[in-house]
């Protein structure tokens, strides 16, 4: 089996040369295709503390910024809406969504005033299972509530500084019971391989998970970001990928039978569990400061400064102000490593969009993921192995990190 660390080295080059954004101030305005149903992606990055391993766009939470900024998010939504587009999934991540309950509902009330929405998903953390907010997203009505969890253990939660504030492992486990049957899908995210874990804890990890019986489990690889890695490092101690493979395989065992892989780290104790949609829904918009859209081959950053992208929404704008169109080579790349991350790709898919010669387009990277055993086809489908799941895995952290990298990039140009 080929070494981890000769995949991610290889990726990491692939990276640095596909995530370089152009930024703009005049990007080309992003056009919906028409009949076309699009995922919409909102981000909240606000949050009550900030944990140490976290790369994504977040700042302590303020409240007035955060009352203002809700207001721009409502505003830069009503613009999607003049430019012709429909969605039918919504996403709201973060930062943390639940911060300010009464305002999440504003907005999710605008996007169903507007659009026919089938599907919400929204993130939060363990310590807003509360009565009040749970009545509030069931208003809101979300299908798909995903909490951060982490760990059970608490000597993690505590070096990942999440202890004080979002509650030891006994208290989150109480939380995810009295979470439980409120929402069609409660989905746990976990982190696999903090520099402290041992596959004992991990193993404890899973069977509280499968004693609580959330719906579904979504275990990240540990990622780190050039600019989180020395807080990671001083807080939770030395990262190395070396155990990476042997934790993800004591996962999917532990998991299994109640748990069954949806994605390489997303695993759904039935079929009917709402996903992640990043497989479903190839092309999306995104909504809020530091969000990140796809739209006929072209990657769009909305501004990383809060008070820009406020000012740029109530100007009558949208926050967009980085950019990428890509090849169409790079886009069945694209295609090709996200729909197989889902764990099997329909050839018809890639045929409607590329034409018949797809294959002939992308033989060396067919050739190579059979040579390593990580795909294997049938007339109509191309189907991850159990060995591919795992090479899947490094190829989406070293995407995330990628992604991660450019997160930080982004804020170091606003602070110089
Ligand atoms: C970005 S957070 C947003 C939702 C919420 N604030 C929370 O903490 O869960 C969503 C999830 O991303 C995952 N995550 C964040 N940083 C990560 C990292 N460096 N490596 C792996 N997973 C990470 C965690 O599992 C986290 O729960
Ligand atoms: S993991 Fe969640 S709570 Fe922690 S900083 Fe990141 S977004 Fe905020």
Known sequence: MIDQTILTSFLRRINQRYLRLEQTTTPPLPTPQSGRQYLMYVHIPFCEILCPYCSFHRIPL???TAKAYFQ??????????????????????????????????????????????????????????????????????????SVGIQSFADHLLQEMDRYHKYGSGEEI?????????????????????????????????????????VDQVTFYPLMTSKAAQQAMTE??????????????????????????PSSAWCFSRQETMIDEYIVDHPEYVGIGSGAFGYLNGRTY?????????IAAVTAGGLGINAQ????????????????????????SELEKKYGRGFARMLWKELLAMKWLGAIKEDEQYYHLTDKGMYYWVVMMREFFIGVNNFRDQMRNQLMG
């Open 324 to 347: 990428r169109q890509y090849t169409r080579y790079q886009q069945l790349q694209y295609d090709f490593m996200m729909g197989l991350f889902g764990l099997s790709l329909a050839k």
């Open 301 to 309: 950053a909305n501004t990383f400064s809060i008070p820009q992208y």
């Open 235 to 260: 807080q939770m101690g030395q990262v190395t990928f070396k155990r990476e493979r042997a934790y993800y395989r004591t996962i999917v065992a532990g998991l299994a039978p109640d748990y069954q």
């Open 62 to 64: 303020h409240v007035p």
């Open 72 to 145: 721009a998010l409502r505003e830069e939504i009503k613009r999607y809406h003049e430019l012709g587009f429909d969605f039918v999934d919504v996403y709201i991540g973060g930062g943390t969504p639940t911060v300010l309950p009464e305002e999440l509902l504003a907005t999710v009330q605008l996007i169903r005033s507007l659009y026919s929405i089938k599907q919400l998903s929204v993130e939060t953390n363990p310590n807003h299972l509360r009565d009040d907010i749970m009545d509030i997203l069931q208003e809101c009505g979300v299908n798909r509530l």
């Open 173 to 213: 486990k109480a939380r995810l019971i009295a979470a439980r049957n409120r929402f069609h899908t409660l989905n746990a995210d976990m982190i696999f391989n903090l520099p402290h874990q041992t596959i004992a804890s991990l193993l404890k990890d899973i069977a509280i998970l499968k004693e609580v019986q």
